[in-house]
């Protein structure tokens, strides 16, 4: 994988850009495959909304995309 996950990016962006990263959110016990704010909240926004640190989703998600 060529391009870097950021925070600013959408749950959709994420998931179309790299499927296997619905691995890595569930494990977060993040269901955002389907759900219906997944393709207009960005990786930070689920975070604060679900009390978790986004740097830590993101290097979850990055270090499992490379």
Do not use: W
């Not at 998931?15 to 704010?37: E, I, R, T, W």
């Amino acid at each position: 994988m060529n391009q870097v996950i950021t925070k600013d990016m959408t749950f959709d962006q994420i998931l179309q850009m790299y499927p296997d990263a619905a691995k890595v959110l569930h494990s977060f016990n993040l269901g955002c495959v389907g759900c219906l704010g997944a393709s207009t909240e960005t990786l930070a926004q689920g975070a604060r909304a679900h009390g978790l640190d986004v740097e830590d989703l993101l290097t979850a998600l990055n270090s499992r995309a490379q």
